[in-house]
């Protein structure tokens, strides 16, 4: 489906708010590790509700934490419930099954397309989802995203799993064929950013690295951007091997997409 633009004043930018990993239970009162994860949500999506230069969600995943259909519902009852108008864009995290987000997303603020093609962006949604934990973007995937790509225009592509490594236990579960993925865009010089959830935690992290994941990247290319999100959920302790909530509340990141390429970005902490 192609958005049109929602606002017709060039200096306005593409205000978009990435959500992420809100690890619902049935129960409304569900703890994820102490956390009343539910609750977090709405403090997120009222936040998102109350901004008004937002013009577009997306979410990157981590819906349920429990697999069940009611942490579906609960989504979905939340983001009504906070009065949520404009369109939520999805991709399934490890935690999350297509199917079940395809039935409980079905209608409005909800849209399926993988892709946002504005005027002057594109926005692409990169499934990840693998049969593991870890991220695996398939060779069709990859095929798919290069064909989508247009050269006129400047390119954000979101996906769930980190394809750079951050430093602590969730890079077991990264990007697993991270040498693939970077090199199927390496030769795109219109990739403005990349943006993921999985890490419960905001970072900006480069590639090329210094010693890069595809030793055959060209090193004269400037650098790709990759910008994590904080969860809804909880956010990670680095220091501990294994899932450890911060004291930290829910969080989630507005990019500001402009019409001659620039992109801004802010994190939003409750």
Not at 62 to 85: K, P
Not at 100 to 106: D, E, I, N, R
Request: charged fraction near 20%; charge should be negative.
């Amino acid at each position: 489906m192609n958005m049109s633009e929602p606002c017709s004043v060039s200096t306005k930018p593409i205000v978009l708010a990435q959500i992420t990993d809100s690890h619902l239970f049935s129960s409304a009162d569900g703890l994820h590790h102490g956390h009343n994860v539910l609750e977090n949500l709405k403090k997120v999506l009222l936040s998102v509700c109350n901004n008004a230069q937002i013009d577009y969600v997306v979410f990157t995943g981590d819906l349920t934490q429990d697999h069940t259909e009611q942490s579906y519902q609960n989504f979905v009852d939340c983001v009504h419930q906070c009065d949520i108008a404009v369109p939520i864009y999805y991709l399934a995290g490890n935690h999350d099954e297509p199917e079940l987000l395809a039935k409980y997303f079905s209608e409005a603020p909800f849209h399926a397309d993988k892709e946002i093609d504005l005027p002057r962006w594109q926005i692409h949604l990169v499934d990840s989802k693998s049969e593991t934990p870890a991220g695996f973007v398939s060779e069709q995937a990859l095929v798919t995203l290069q064909s989508a790509i247009k050269q006129d225009k400047h390119q954000l592509l979101m996906m769930h799993h980190h394809p750079i490594d951050v430093g602590y236990f969730i890079d077991k579960h990264g990007l697993q064929n991270k040498v693939d993925f970077w090199q199927a865009i390496d030769s795109y010089n219109n990739i403005k950013a990349i943006a993921c959830g999985h890490v419960h935690s905001a970072m900006e992290l480069s590639y090329p690295l210094s010693q890069p994941i595809n030793p055959n990247v060209n090193k004269a290319k400037e650098a790709v951007v990759l910008y994590t999100c904080p969860a809804t959920s909880i956010q990670f302790d680095p220091n501990v091997d294994g899932v450890a909530a911060l004291d930290k509340g829910p969080g989630y990141r507005i990019f500001y997409l402009h019409a001659d390429g620039q992109l801004n970005t802010d994190v939003v902490t409750l």
